[in-house]
């Protein structure tokens, strides 16, 4: 059974950092893609970084880039979203989606995930 288990969330001012976790288990996913996802309240989730465990290519939401790294641990089968100058329209809930093996090109929409962990919640005070 997969199982994507989020960690790291928490409460921080403008301006500040986070590091999320997502430790993978279940299956191997050296040709899958793994990516960060969010939930502000009221809104649908949306897109934030996405890395292809194989080549470890990466790629970014504009809202997010040059602020955000998404990188992994093969030995630890964990995906990480470094997260810096934080600003409160960061605040959601941070969700680590996976796919199964696939080639191509790296996916941005919920639909294209094939599994999904619990969410972690980040919110940024102002």
């Known amino acids: 059974q997969v199982q994507l288990v989020e960690s790291g969330g928490g409460l921080v001012h403008t301006g500040g950092s986070l590091r999320l976790s997502c430790a993978a288990s279940?299956?191997?996913?050296?040709?899958?893609?793994m990516a960060w996802f969010r939930q502000a309240p009221g809104k649908e989730r949306e897109f934030v970084a996405v890395?292809?465990?194989?080549?470890?290519?990466?790629y970014y939401d504009d809202s997010v880039k040059g602020r955000f790294t998404i990188s992994r641990d093969d030995a630890k089968n964990t995906v990480y979203l470094q997260m810096n100058s934080l600003k409160p329209e960061d605040t959601a809930v941070y969700y680590c989606?996976?796919?199964?093996?696939?080639?191509?090109?790296?996916?941005?929409?919920?639909?294209?995930?094939?599994?999904w962990g619990q969410g972690t919640q980040v919110t940024v005070s102002s």
């Open positions: 989606g996976a796919t199964r093996s696939r080639v191509g090109a790296p996916p941005f929409a919920v639909y294209e995930y094939d599994y």
């Open positions: 279940g299956r191997t996913f050296s040709r899958s893609f």
């Open positions: 890395i292809n465990w194989s080549t470890v290519s990466t």
